[in-house]
């Protein structure tokens, strides 16, 4: 069966203090994992899409790598207003664009 | 940058009421997307619509209906509404093909008692 999972499930950090989120997953055919932030009440903003083991891609305090079973999505030195829950999706072959989400990570970084 | 653009934002409805969910994008993007979310579940799709003239069921299609009424605009309906339907709801929209970036508007929230 086609399935996401995100650990932990919620994380605490103090500011300054650098971790990483897991995304584990289990597709035929990945066509692209997709890392989302999300803030309450808004919609998920698009983040990064790795498409092959090996790849990452970095954004300010952020980077994503990927394997052939998971992404970490590494937070270094992470400031309060990096609080969000994170996204991890999966694309994968299969006519349309579908996406397979997890459940997400909801983190707080506390000054 | 508009994005995507849902309406309404807030919305409570009683059982059995019915109402649509607009949504447009000025991405020009082929296809677009219904999802809702709920507490301690992922993102699910409801329905999609790979190109202009398209839709299709996704994983939870079950008392809503879809209008892709061209190119920009996708709109969800829900006939006779149920508490079970409470929940957030998400237009998206992204280029033809799996694997293209999938792209989120600002959310509806729908209350249903």
């Known amino acids: 069966e086609d399935q996401v999972t995100q650990s932990p499930e919620a994380l605490r950090l103090q500011e300054g203090e650098s971790s990483s989120l897991n995304c584990s997953y289990t597709?035929?055919?990945?066509?692209?994992l997709f890392w989302y932030r999300q803030d309450p009440g808004k919609g998920p903003e698009f983040l990064f899409t790795l498409y092959s083991a090996g790849e990452e891609k970095e954004k300010e305090r952020l980077k994503a790598t990927l394997t052939k079973k998971e992404s970490f999505l590494h937070i270094t030195a992470p400031k309060p207003e990096d609080s969000a829950t994170y996204l991890c999706?999966?694309?994968?072959?299969?006519?349309?664009?579908?996406?397979?989400f997890g459940a997400g990570t909801r983190l707080a970084v506390h000054p | 940058n508009a994005g995507v653009t849902q309406t309404p934002k807030f919305q409570v409805l009683k059982t059995g009421q019915s109402m649509t969910l607009q949504c447009a994008q000025d991405m020009n993007h082929n296809s677009m997307y219904w999802y809702r979310q709920d507490p301690g579940m992922g993102l699910r799709l409801i329905y999609y619509?790979?190109?202009?003239?398209?839709?299709d069921k996704g994983e939870v299609p079950n008392g809503y209906n879809v209008s892709r009424l061209n190119k920009r605009e996708f709109s969800l309906r829900l006939e006779s509404a149920a508490p079970s339907q409470t929940s957030v709801y998400f237009c998206a929209s992204s280029e033809q093909g799996s694997g293209n970036t999938i792209y989120f508007g600002e959310g509806s929230w729908l209350t249903v008692v």
């Open positions: 999706a999966v694309a994968f072959s299969g006519g349309y664009n579908k996406l397979i």
């Open positions: 597709v035929s055919g990945l066509r692209g």
């Open positions: 619509s790979a190109s202009e003239g398209t839709t």
